[in-house]
């Protein structure tokens, strides 16, 4: 499974940014699709994801602010970002599983200046 992410960039705190990861290859069976993030200096860590069968779950931290969805007939999944403050920024990757075995993107840096 190969995943392409983009929509990353500067954007000031309070303003908002959709990223979307497109999946390739073996796509069958993708049972979790999620947006993990990685600030300096800091361990990577969920953001939000969503299961097969619409469970979706949220880090509290972004809870109100992001929405995830997800395109089964595309194999895409997205991240709507509102609401954005500095501490959000952070290189965000996609993250998807097949069966017990995960798939990380390139990831793509938000920047959300002061």
């Known amino acids: 499974v190969q995943l392409q992410a983009s929509g990353g960039g500067l954007v000031q705190a309070g303003g908002s940014l959709k990223l979307s990861c497109a999946a390739s290859?073996?796509?069958?069976?993708?049972?979790?699709m999620a947006w993990y993030r990685q600030a300096p200096g800091k361990q990577r860590g969920l953001v939000a994801r969503?299961?097969?069968?619409?469970?979706?779950n949220y880090a509290d931290f972004v809870k109100g602010r992001f929405t995830i969805s997800r395109n089964y007939a595309k194999n895409t999944v997205n991240l709507q970002m509102n609401s954005l403050k500095p501490e959000d920024t952070a290189v965000y990757y996609c993250?998807?599983?097949?069966?017990?075995?995960?798939?990380w993107g390139q990831g793509t840096l938000v920047t959300v200046s002061s």
């Open positions: 993250n998807v599983w097949r069966g017990t075995v995960g798939y």
């Open positions: 290859g073996l796509t069958s069976g993708l049972k979790v």
């Open positions: 969503i299961i097969s069968g619409g469970s979706i």
